[in-house]
């Protein structure tokens, strides 16, 4: 938080001067809107666990909120500025990439959500970048949350990077409170479903299909990933552990 500084302080003297902006620019002013209120919500929450009030478990249901500023915001990426947000670090000055996501989005591309209103179960968002066209296959990363969360939340921890390096990004939601690791797998059905409906409308190269996940996901990313029937050609699971069933 000392890296950080007080950026909420920031927000909050700004946040008045969206009330006189021309109505011209009305759809600014709501995505701006929009995302403040997470985002000062979120350093709210960091700061209470700062000031003593709980304990380190009070981090994460602050940091819920910043993926909801994010989906806020990203309908401004026809700003230089917000896209550059947008865009993984390293590539923030390579021009060719400007260049294409300065264009018009080409259709059917952009940010999907398919059943996975928070608090859903089962359902999946995505991401296509704006610059697909149907004429080549492009890659494909299904990302999986952790534990109690949800696809909607999740597909932000990937979005920059498939955005800059191109490649379809899905994050689906588990069906039950968290991924199928021990009982009925209803989940691997389920992202086989997900994925034979993206596949479906949009050219997946079946070669280059990588499954990742944090924590519960990480761990589910072995269990369905390490089948012999699993689709996916790479696995990346982030701060699992090794299933019980894998020794």
Known sequence: MQIAGEPEEALQAVRPRLADWPEKFAHIKTALDAAIEPALA??????????????LVGVFPALRYLPRAQEALYPLTELPPVSGFFIAPDLREDAELQAKLAATPNDDTGIFHERNEPGSRGGFSMYVPEYYTPDRAWPLVMA???????????????????????AILVAPTATGQTWALMGDDTDTPNLNRILDQVSARWNVDATRMLLTGMSDGGTFSYVTGLEGASRFTHLAPVAATFHPLMA
């Not at 979120?42 to 304990?55: C, F, I, K, S, T």
């Not at 999986?144 to 597909?155: C, D, E, K, P, T």
């Open 144 to 166: 999986l949350h952790g534990g109690s969360g949800n696809g909607r939340g999740f597909l932000w921890s990937w979005l920059r990077d498939a955005r800059s390096r191109g």
């Open 42 to 55: 979120a350093y709210a929450g960091l700061r209470a666990v700062q000031n003593g009030e709980g304990d």
